[in-house]
């Protein structure tokens, strides 16, 4: 197993676990007897899970935090050490997108999405990542996306950032070899949990926009990701009919790709 062993000491720390996939990644670690340390913007919400994983008897934290923020972000391993706690599981989940085309973009919309997507993602790795390989055990789950295989018009930065999600977790997977350290990118497809919503879709266009055989459940996402993470695997895509489409995108002629995705994609339409 390459997931460390639970104790009283150590943590999973899941960003973005306020709802949707993060949130159950949180509850698929503590099912697991991990103690979670839960990190995103909405204190309300993590409290709320927090209070339902301690049912299951695993110690549970609430850091609320915006990962947006360099100081924040730069304060987390600060407060977890003050908890008395070690994180040995670091899962950066949280992320968001903007809609529509750059030059119709709002730069500081682009540049937050940036910031969460990828910025936190290097910040949190080479801030927890040196403790990890000191004590000789730990495992990073970074959440990309089927995205990550195919450039994405309308989605451009999104699409863009979780390409380089995908490629930093790969390199630093191979960097941990034996250090009884472990890094695995998950890439989940569509999935229902308001995402697309927060970044201007309608659930309508969402929903039309890919072929319901495709779309996951948070619930099957998480467990991927986590089974994939405890299984060493540098990359895990839930679903068949994803793991299908995201290799076909990879290999697929991008001349004749991008146009096909461009006159499909909701965010391009007048």
Same mark, same amino acid.
């Given at each position: 197993?390459?997931?460390?062993?639970?104790?009283?000491?150590?943590?999973?720390?899941?960003?973005?676990?306020?709802?949707?996939?993060?949130?159950?990644?949180?509850?698929?670690?503590?099912?697991?007897?991990?103690?979670?340390?839960?990190?995103?913007?909405?204190?309300?919400?993590?409290?709320?899970?927090?209070?339902?994983?301690?049912?299951?008897?695993?110690?549970?934290?609430?850091?609320?935090?915006?990962?947006?923020?360099?100081?924040?972000?730069?304060?987390?391993?600060?407060?977890?050490?003050?908890?008395?706690?070690?994180?040995?599981?670091?899962?950066?989940?949280?992320?968001?997108?903007?809609?529509?085309?750059?030059?119709?973009?709002?730069?500081?919309?682009?540049?937050?999405?940036?910031?969460?997507?990828?910025?936190?993602?290097?910040?949190?790795?080479?801030?927890?990542?040196?403790?990890?390989?000191?004590?000789?055990?730990?495992?990073?789950?970074?959440?990309?996306?089927?995205? $990550?295989?195919?450039?994405? &018009? +309308?989605?451009?930065?999104? #699409?863009?950032?979780? %390409?380089?999600?995908? @490629?930093?977790?790969? =390199?630093?997977?191979?960097?941990?070899?034996?250090?009884?350290?472990? $890094?695995?990118?998950?890439? &989940? +497809?569509?999935?229902?949990? #308001?995402?697309?919503? %927060?970044?201007?879709? @309608?659930?309508?266009? =969402?929903?039309?926009?890919?072929?319901?055989?495709?779309?996951?459940? $948070?619930?099957?996402?998480?467990?991927?990701?986590?089974?994939?993470?405890?299984?060493?695997?540098?990359?895990?895509?839930?679903?068949? =009919?994803?793991?299908?489409?995201?290799?076909?995108?990879?290999?697929?002629?991008?001349?004749?790709?991008?146009?096909?995705?461009?006159?499909?994609?909701?965010?391009?339409?007048?």
């Amino acid at each position: 197993m390459a997931l460390p062993r639970p104790a009283p000491d150590r943590t999973a720390l899941v960003t973005g676990a306020s709802s949707g996939i993060g949130a159950e990644i949180a509850r698929n670690l503590a099912q697991r007897g991990h103690g979670v340390t839960l990190v995103a913007r909405r204190e309300d919400q993590l409290r709320e899970l927090a209070d339902e994983l301690a049912t299951t008897g695993v110690r549970t934290e609430v850091l609320p935090t915006d990962l947006a923020e360099r100081s924040a972000r730069a304060a987390l391993p600060g407060r977890v050490q003050d908890l008395g706690l070690e994180v040995d599981i670091l899962v950066n989940n949280a992320g968001l997108s903007t809609l529509g085309p750059i030059h119709r973009s709002d730069p500081d919309a682009e540049m937050r999405m940036i910031e969460v997507n990828v910025m936190a993602v290097i910040d949190l790795c080479s801030r927890f990542l040196p403790g990890m390989v000191e004590r000789g055990r730990g495992a990073v789950l970074n959440v990309a996306s089927t995205a $990550a295989f195919q450039p994405l &018009p +309308g989605q451009a930065g999104y #699409g863009g950032s979780k %390409a380089f999600v995908l @490629s930093y977790t790969r =390199a630093i997977g191979g960097e941990l070899k034996g250090t009884g350290v472990v $890094a695995t990118a998950l890439c &989940p +497809g569509p999935v229902d949990t #308001g995402f697309g919503e %927060a970044a201007g879709f @309608s659930h309508e266009d =969402a929903t039309n926009a890919l072929p319901a055989f495709m779309w996951e459940t $948070a619930v099957a996402v998480a467990e991927c990701g986590v089974d994939a993470l405890a299984a060493g695997r540098p990359v895990a895509i839930p679903g068949s =009919a994803n793991r299908i489409s995201a290799m076909a995108a990879h290999l697929f002629p991008k001349q004749l790709l991008v146009p096909l995705v461009a006159g499909r994609h909701p965010g391009l339409r007048d």
